[in-house]
């Protein structure tokens, strides 16, 4: 290999790790500069939207340090509040990692579905089956502690991954679109649920209302006193860190990330996609049966079982479609979006209660984060400085000029 004439001043090379750390870097810059401007909007709807707030701006042009003073201490105290109801103390803390749990489990059973080339709308049923079954196994059965809590978390996952089995059977085999089969088998748990709380296998004796007894204290989740930090929280962990295992440590998880990036290219290498199709339902629905066990076995605010009701699971299934997008699937971003929508869930009442700002806005927060996080482009035209400049090809340098060889 020939040396480049003397006088010419070889190109650069761009080293393949700093493309790809200055890659990461900007994807990071954007995904902060998307919190920023979500949260910004969010001041904007909490002065608009202050009567008191907005009559000061009566006097912008004549006195502008009263509006602009009734802003910032409407803003502030709200931000404080929430800052403050979800990481200000061991407290805060805890509420904020038992608002989190569920919705990281249910969020890495849509997040991998969704590497799978499947869009599983149906966490929320599969919760609530995997609620009810760890529910009833935990009044129900009389067994000793550890044994009874791990049956209890057993049932439900098992009853979750066999509702979401049903979807994934169905598309496998019948073609059946996995979006509506899924919807559907949402409103049959559901209906399912409220039915089973008016049966007496379900109904505590001596109360009329939908409402089930008591779980047994061996099924549920210990926790640490002074806190709603349980075990639950370390449950969620350890499916993550499972979950990352299969996807990126086995072939199992290989077959699934190749069926959804292209399953006809996978079912010409030999690959099962309906076998494939099925285990990922499964998996996914185990996970999303997992939230709801904790639903249904973890302790209330005042640390007591919590009985099953039709109202238990709320919407942790819909939210966790919301984690699943904001951690792209990933088991690590999974799990930082479910700690950021349990601080918005754990701050939104210290708002509501401190700074009087209504508790809806912390989902319009939400809704205003994936926005802005599902759409760089967005973020990038209103900051245009994040845009980055596509770099030069790797490895090359130019022809010499004057007859020499190109190294």
């Given at each position: 290999?020939?040396?480049?004439?003397?006088?010419t001043?070889?190109?650069?090379?761009?080293?393949?790790?700093?493309?790809?750390?200055?890659?990461?870097?900007?994807?990071?810059?954007?995904?902060?500069?998307?919190?920023?401007?979500a949260?910004?909007?969010?001041?904007?709807?909490?002065?608009?939207?202050d009567?008191?707030?907005?009559?000061?701006?009566?006097?912008?042009?004549?006195?502008?340090?009263?509006?602009?003073?009734?802003?910032?201490?409407?803003?502030?105290?709200?931000?404080?509040?929430?800052?403050?109801g979800?990481?200000?103390?061991?407290?805060?803390?805890t509420?904020?990692?038992?608002?989190?749990?569920?919705?990281?489990?249910?969020?890495?059973?849509?997040?991998?579905?969704?590497?799978?080339?499947?869009?599983?709308?149906?966490?929320?049923?599969?919760?609530?089956?995997?609620?009810?079954?760890?529910?009833?196994?935990?009044?129900?059965?009389?067994?000793?502690?550890?044994?009874?809590?791990?049956?209890?978390?057993?049932?439900?996952?098992?009853?979750?991954?066999?509702?979401?089995?049903?979807?994934?059977?169905?598309?496998?085999?019948?073609?059946?679109?996995?979006?509506?089969?899924?919807?559907?088998?949402?409103?049959?748990?559901?209906?399912?649920?409220?039915?089973?709380?008016?049966?007496?296998?379900?109904?505590?004796p001596?109360?009329?209302?939908?409402?089930?007894p008591?779980?047994?204290?061996?099924?549920?989740?210990?926790?640490?006193?002074?806190?709603?930090?349980?075990?639950?929280f370390?449950?969620?962990?350890?499916?993550?860190?499972?979950?990352?295992?299969?996807?990126?440590?086995?072939?199992?998880?290989?077959?699934?990330?190749?069926?959804?990036?292209?399953p006809h290219?996978?079912?010409?290498?030999?690959?099962?996609?309906?076998?494939?199709?099925v285990?990922?339902?499964?998996?996914?629905?185990?996970?999303?049966?997992?939230?709801?066990?904790?639903?249904?076995?973890?302790?209330?605010?005042?640390?007591?079982?919590?009985?099953?009701?039709?109202?238990?699971?709320?919407?942790?299934?819909?939210?966790?479609?919301t984690?699943?997008?904001?951690?792209?699937?990933?088991?690590?971003?999974?799990?930082?979006?479910?700690?950021?929508?349990?601080?918005?869930?754990?701050?939104?009442?210290?708002?509501q209660?401190?700074?009087?700002?209504?508790?809806?806005?912390?989902?319009?927060?939400?809704?205003?984060?994936?926005?802005?996080?599902?759409?760089?482009?967005?973020?990038?035209?209103?900051?245009?400085?994040?845009?980055?400049?596509?770099?030069?090809?790797?490895?090359?340098?130019?022809?010499?000029?004057?007859?020499?060889?190109?190294?």
């Open positions: 290999m020939s040396e480049p004439l003397a006088g001043a070889p190109r650069r090379r761009w080293r393949p790790w700093f493309v790809r750390w200055r890659s990461q870097l900007v994807t990071a810059l954007i995904t902060l500069a998307a919190f920023v401007l949260f910004l909007v969010g001041a904007v709807l909490m002065i608009v939207s009567p008191e707030v907005i009559s000061q701006y009566a006097y912008l042009f004549t006195a502008p340090g009263l509006p602009l003073g009734a802003s910032w201490e409407k803003v502030s105290s709200a931000y404080a509040a929430l800052l403050g979800s990481i200000g103390g061991w407290g805060p803390i509420e904020t990692t038992a608002q989190a749990a569920p919705l990281i489990c249910a969020g890495l059973g849509v997040g991998l579905a969704f590497r799978a080339g499947l869009f599983n709308i149906g966490a929320q049923g599969q919760a609530v089956v995997g609620a009810m079954v760890a529910a009833w196994i935990g009044f129900t059965w009389h067994l000793p502690p550890g044994l009874h809590l791990l049956v209890a978390v057993a049932g439900g996952v098992l009853a979750g991954a066999l509702w979401a089995g049903i979807a994934g059977w169905l598309k496998a085999r019948a073609g059946a679109h996995e979006v509506i089969v899924t919807i559907m088998l949402n409103y049959v748990a559901t209906g399912l649920l409220a039915f089973a709380l008016t049966t007496t296998a379900f109904q505590r001596g109360r009329s209302d939908p409402i089930s008591i779980v047994d204290w061996n099924a549920t989740m210990p926790r640490l006193e002074g806190g709603r930090l349980h075990l639950g370390v449950l969620a962990l350890l499916a993550a860190v499972l979950v990352w295992v299969v996807m990126e440590r086995s072939t199992a998880g290989f077959t699934i990330k190749a069926v959804g990036i292209n290219a996978s079912r010409t290498a030999g690959m099962s996609v309906p076998n494939t199709t285990l990922a339902m499964l998996l996914a629905g185990g996970l999303a049966g997992l939230a709801g066990v904790q639903a249904a076995l973890g302790p209330s605010v005042a640390g007591t079982p919590v009985p099953l009701s039709a109202g238990l699971v709320g919407s942790i299934g819909f939210d966790a479609i984690v699943a997008l904001l951690g792209r699937s990933r088991p690590l971003g999974t799990v930082l979006a479910g700690l950021l929508f349990g601080g918005l869930h754990a701050g939104g009442l210290a708002m209660s401190q700074a009087g700002t209504s508790a809806e806005l912390t989902t319009v927060l939400q809704a205003l984060i994936v926005l802005f996080v599902a759409a760089p482009a967005l973020v990038t035209t209103v900051m245009p400085f994040l845009r980055a400049r596509r770099a030069p090809l790797t490895g090359t340098t130019p022809t010499p000029t004057g007859g020499g060889l190109a190294p």
